[in-house]
């Protein structure tokens, strides 16, 4: 060992001379303080992708085996579930406080996401938003997408990755008890089908300057195509989802 | 930077508190709450190390949902305080480190005729910090870590997130510019 070797344990020595606070107080009080809802903002993702849904009611209470099938499925992509009766009394937001990131162009938006191409159901998107790599893509209302739970949006389409957003503590909410929760078939998907969340509209938390909030949602029919989870949301019945599901596919 | 004492490992305490046990998370930071000041005071201003420690333990426990339970819990720790540590060294660019304050200080009379503290003695604290401090980041971090701090190869690889190899690279070209600004000659 070189004298400066030496020298610079000698340091090391002196630094543990020196008086230590205890810590464990004020971590164990800042632990019994209620949660605030803050995030840091590399957790967008996981918030982003909590924003990608909610669960089930009255049609899964009456059915256990669905019920477990459908929240197994969401877990698998991210997402956790629960019902709440304050689903209904979430408010119906504008794009600027729907939580879905910052305006992004499309072919920028397609790379974030892995993908050459955005996939365009209803023709030329109106806007598109990311945040991490999350990545929504907004049409306004038209003849097949009537005006939707976000003011002045007839269509979303937000696209995740899944990989960064095993998150427990930051999944998504909250059903009214009417909300009914199907699988449905969706070829070229992940398992050849989709889930379908319709009737009473739900809620859904939502990233939104730095604050986990919630919106109202209504009918949306979430996928998985590998790494890629895809989640579409309109107050268009079933059918007209899972066509447009399939122009997305292509 | 083995956890002092206790028959829980620290994996076992990790997955108790990422399933809401608040007590295991109060034993992780019991266990490892010396080497996180340490850490913070030879990185980051001196004055702010304890509560850069104590942001990093709160840190830790909002993403330790995301550590894996297979790696030893002390440096995936020990990197949130690096980076708490340097990011508060950023905001206080002219904050001293308490490595400049305590090499200014007389050797402690328990240990002022140690082979350590003669060495120190003979090159000169505030010259060794002049030194260190004109070495860049990666090195003097590397050096501070494996030599000052005493953490192992293994140890200081994992705290800074860079591979085996380049720890022992970047303490060497460390340990080379430091003697070369010292004029040491090794013996």
């Known amino acids: 060992m070189s004298d400066i070797e030496r020298a610079l344990r000698a340091l090391g020595a002196r630094l543990d001379d020196e008086p230590t606070r ?4 004020a971590v164990s009080a800042r632990l019994d ?24 009611a009255t049609a899964l209470a009456a059915s256990p085996a669905l019920r477990h099938q459908a929240r197994s499925w969401l877990r698998s992509v991210g997402i956790s579930t ?8 979430a408010p119906i937001v504008g794009l600027d406080r729907a939580g879905l990131g910052e305006p992004i162009g499309a072919s ?62 930051l999944l998504a909410k909250v059903l009214s008890s009417t909300t009914t929760v199907e699988f449905v078939p969706l070829a070229n998907a992940d398992g050849g089908s989709a889930l379908w969340i319709a009737g009473a509209p739900h809620a859904v938390s939502v990233f939104d300057g730095g604050v986990l909030r919630f919106r109202l949602a209504a009918n949306v029919l979430v996928w998985r195509i590998g790494a890629l989870v895809y989640r579409l949301e309109g107050s268009f019945p079933r059918d007209a989802a899972l066509a447009a599901a399939r122009r997305a596919i292509g | 930077m083995a956890p002092a004492g206790g028959s ?17 998370f109060v034993d992780i930071v019991r266990r490892h ?5 340490r850490l913070a005071r030879a990185l980051g201003p001196a004055d702010d190390a304890e509560d850069a420690a104590q942001e990093a333990f709160m840190k830790a426990h909002r993403a330790l949902a995301r550590y ?16 708490e540590a340097r990011s508060r060294g950023r905001r206080a660019r002219r904050a001293t480190s308490l490595i400049e304050r305590i090499a200014a200080r007389e ?33 003097r971090e590397t050096v501070v870590l494996r030599y000052v701090l005493d953490h192992s190869e293994e140890e200081t690889a994992a705290i800074l997130g860079c591979a085996h190899g380049t720890v022992k690279s970047r303490a060497a070209r460390g340990l080379a510019r430091l003697r070369a600004q010292l004029e040491e000659v090794p013996s």
């Open chain 1, 22 to 25: 205890d810590l464990v107080p």
């Open chain 2, 107 to 139: 050797p402690p009379p328990s240990s002022a005729s140690s082979p350590e503290e003669l060495a120190l003695a003979r090159i000169g604290p505030g010259r060794l910090v002049d030194a260190l401090a004109g070495l860049n980041r990666h090195e």
């Open chain 1, 108 to 169: 920028q938006a397609a790379a974030r996401l892995g993908l050459q191409a955005l996939p365009q159901p209803f023709g030329r998107p109106a806007r598109v938003f990311a945040t991490g790599r999350t990545v929504t893509i907004i049409w306004a209302p038209g003849a097949d997408r009537p005006r939707s739970a976000v003011r002045g949006v007839g269509a979303l389409l937000t696209i995740a990755r899944t990989g960064d957003s095993a998150d427990p503590q």
């Open chain 1, 82 to 89: 629960a019902v709440s009766d304050r689903a209904s009394t």
């Open chain 2, 33 to 37: 709450q010396a080497a996180a000041i």
């Open chain 2, 8 to 24: 829980i490992d620290d994996a076992e305490l990790a997955r108790r508190a990422v399933a809401g046990d608040r007590d295991a």
């Open chain 2, 68 to 83: 894996d339970p297979s790696r030893p819990l002390g440096p995936w720790l020990l990197t949130i305080v690096a980076n």
């Open chain 1, 33 to 56: 303080r209620p949660r605030r809802r803050r995030v840091p903002h590399r957790r967008a993702l996981a918030i982003a992708l909590a924003a990608l849904l909610l669960a089930a």
